[in-house]
Nanobody, 122 residues
Framework: VQLQASGGGLVQAGTSLRLSCAVS????????IGWFRQAPGKEREFVAA????????SYAGSAGGRFAISKDNAKNTVSLQMDSLEPEDTAVYYC????????????????WGQGTLVTVSS
């Protein structure tokens, strides 16, 4: 599986941004696609994930009801809608894939996209 993240940019606090992850290759039904982010000087952290089959979602507490992950199986894309953005959301956002049942921890993800930078100005 190959992944390519896009949609990052520079936005003002309080606005929205939608990231997209294009997924290609052989995608099995047990795949989960996750979004992670890494802020400057910090560890990479889990943001959200969705199961490829069934669309079950999981969110980190930091998503705080402001982020929504969704998938489009027909287009092989997973999106992350981010609303009410805050300067603390500034980070490089990565999408990744796992077949593990544990999909909130980056160590269980084997395939990663290249990341897209989101910068939120105050």
């Amino acid at each position: 599986v190959q992944l390519q993240a896009s949609g990052g940019g520079l936005v003002q606090a309080g606005t929205s941004l939608r990231l997209s992850c294009a997924v290609s290759g052989r995608i099995y039904n047990n795949y989960k696609i996750g979004w992670f982010r890494q802020a400057p000087g910090k560890e990479r952290e889990f943001v959200a994930a969705v199961t490829w089959s069934g669309g079950r979602t999981s969110y980190a507490g930091s998503a705080g009801g402001r982020f929504a992950i969704s998938k489009d199986n027909a287009k092989n894309t997973v999106s992350l809608q981010m609303d009410s953005l805050e300067p603390e959301d500034t980070a490089v956002y990565y999408c990744a894939a796992t077949q593990s049942g544990v999909f909130t921890m980056q160590g269980y993800y084997r395939e990663w996209g290249q990341g897209t930078l989101v910068t939120v100005s105050s």
